[in-house]
């Protein structure tokens, strides 16, 4: 068994995903703008990340923009049959590399024609509908209109399913009143843990939760039992972070993203990565002491 099929599986839309997945942001330039400095060492993740046997890729178009896309195109393409890309849309990129709300019907409709082109695909299995009511977290707002346009375009064929990201349970809840949603990807980690009871209602709900940020993200996470407890294991702090995520709740799927072949077996490593009780316990002090 490789370390991805230690991390057991759970359903994302119709198919069967392993919970230990790539998340391809990193591949792009600095602050996710622009071309990377060095595609072909972009290109070889790509493909390490399947040949370890990976079959569910995060991503974007508003990642470089398009850069992202077109090398997990070049990488990848034709695509293996059980190889599941999850792409967003929501957002654009402005000249001076900041993050804009994209959320008019045809900014919408261009965010899926762009990844259907530059991903080189008819249809995408998953696109997340990015909420920005504020960009610092989720935040309550209505989003019928925006589910709408992407409803529609799934009844185009365009999209197969749909999920939300940096959402509330209040807007998963409308949203399945206008389409199934089948994930919701929102920052969420052991310090970051205001998501713990939506979490545990999309589990009920049989919905994937997809949590980015691991470590923090641009703001990485600092503590000191999180480094004892991987010193204590034999493992990096990112490992454990990973692997606690696992034991979190069975309807995690995972994506961390790197752009180097030896983090990536690094962090596909902490499937396998086992986690004693008392350990456990004293990473779950990490959020309360954040709290």
């Not at 990377?36 to 370890?52: F, N």
Request: hydrophobic share 45%; charged share 20%.
């Amino acid at each position: 068994m490789t370390n991805v099929e230690k991390s057991g599986t759970y359903r994302l839309g119709d198919r069967m995903v392993k919970r230990l997945g790539y998340g391809a942001m990193q591949l792009a330039g600095p602050g996710v703008f622009g071309p990377p400095k060095d595609r072909d060492a972009a290109l070889a993740v790509l493909r390490a990340a399947i040949a370890a046997g990976v079959d569910h890729i995060d991503t974007s178009d508003f990642y470089g923009p398009h850069v992202t896309n077109q090398i997990i195109r070049e990488a990848l393409a034709p695509y293996p049959k059980d190889l599941v890309i999850v792409t967003k849309i929501g957002a654009r990129r402005g000249d001076d590399a900041s993050w804009l709300p994209a959320f008019a019907p045809d900014e919408l409709k261009r965010g899926v024609e762009d990844n259907l082109r530059n991903l080189g695909l008819d249809a995408l299995d998953v696109v997340n509908l990015r909420l920005m009511f504020d960009i610092h977290g989720p935040a309550e707002g209505r989003i019928d209109d925006m589910l709408s346009v992407l409803a529609d375009l799934q009844r185009q064929g365009l999209v197969r399913h749909i999920g939300l990201s940096n959402a509330t349970l209040n807007q998963v809840k409308a949203g399945q009143d206008i389409c199934e949603i089948v994930c919701v990807q929102n920052q969420y980690n052991l310090a970051h843990r205001a998501d713990d009871p939506l979490i545990d209602a999309l589990a009920e709900m049989g919905i994937a939760y997809v949590p980015f940020f691991p470590l923090g993200g641009f703001s990485p996470l600092q503590s000191a039992t999180l480094s004892e407890v991987a010193h204590r294991l034999g493992a990096t702090p990112l490992q454990v972070a990973l692997a606690w995520l696992l034991k979190r709740a069975p309807n995690i799927l995972l994506i961390p993203g790197t752009s180097s072949v030896a983090h990536l077996e690094e962090n596909l490593a902490a499937a396998a990565l086992e986690l004693p009780v008392a350990e456990l316990h004293a990473l779950d002090g990490i959020g309360a002491k954040a709290a």
